[in-house]
């Protein structure tokens, strides 16, 4: 195989993992702020 | 301990948040321009021809875990001293995100050593400390996923957080310490200088995603702990959350 198989393959790779991982964890920070909106909105309707 | 739920408002407020996003999108912007410019400008290798490209990427993903645990062991040994959960969120977003790259440079090269060694895997004294550096760090994420505890979470996790940067010595030093296949550390002064500049950026460029990312995860951290402490609240004051 070329040089150049292994080096696309290479730089593919990072940003296929690059931009999974920030995908990812902006999923993951949209869930954390609708749990805690959720926690806090269900702690205001035990207050009432 | 400080807990960050009595400030739910401080972990929700969009002013860090958009910094971090700008942030996000300059690192990435980095990373694009500096391995444009290294593959364009760098010339073929005398030994390895243009498979010399691959190192851009592979030594900043290192160089990265490296940086990542070593945060991990400073902020373990901080929290162990201070008892401040801000230090042990932050190490455990060091710690996911020195996995990912640390798996990265793992598989890159195992890219770049298939067509230099032949073989896409060796028991090398560097690839296998590197690759249980990796094992480590991922036993650090499962026993933080099991432990439900937050103080003993914290206190186990420092723990081996601690212990498993201690074999980041042994990753740096296995070239040589033993005789490996890998060769001496890439750096700077071991490079043609020819070589270095692209290294450089690439090294910059990746320190930023480095740094965007700890910052993201931390900001999930201190969300998800904000709604775990709110709950712990509530059940201790007989309320009930609807979650």
Known sequence: MS??????????????????YAGYLRRRVRRAEAALAEVLEGGKEAEK | MTISASRPAAAQA???????????????????????VSLWTSPPDRDMGHLQKLMYVHVPAAWMALLAYGLVFVLSLLYLWKRD?????LAAAAAEVGVVMNALALA??????????????TWDARLTSTAVLLVIFLGYLALR????????RARWSAAVGILGFLN?????????????????????ETLDPIYTRGLRMNAIAF???LVYFVARRYRAARLERAAEARIEEAALAGEGVHV
């Open chain 2, 108 to 121: 890159l090269g195992s890219i770049w050593g298939r067509p230099t060694w032949g073989v896409w895997w």
């Open chain 2, 85 to 89: 959960e801000r230090h042990d969120l």
């Open chain 2, 14 to 36: 969009p002013g860090p948040a958009r910094r971090i996003q700008v942030l996000g999108w300059i690192a990435f912007l980095a990373v694009l321009v500096a391995e444009a």
């Open chain 2, 207 to 209: 320190l930023l995603v």
């Open chain 1, 3 to 20: 040089d150049w198989v292994y080096i696309v393959a290479g730089f593919g790779l990072t940003w296929i993992v690059l931009i999974g």
């Open chain 2, 145 to 152: 996923a099991f432990t439900e505890d937050p103080d003993r």
């Open chain 2, 168 to 188: 980041s010595y042994i990753v740096y030093m296995s070239v040589r310490w033993w005789r490996t296949l890998h060769q001496v550390q890439s750096s700077p």
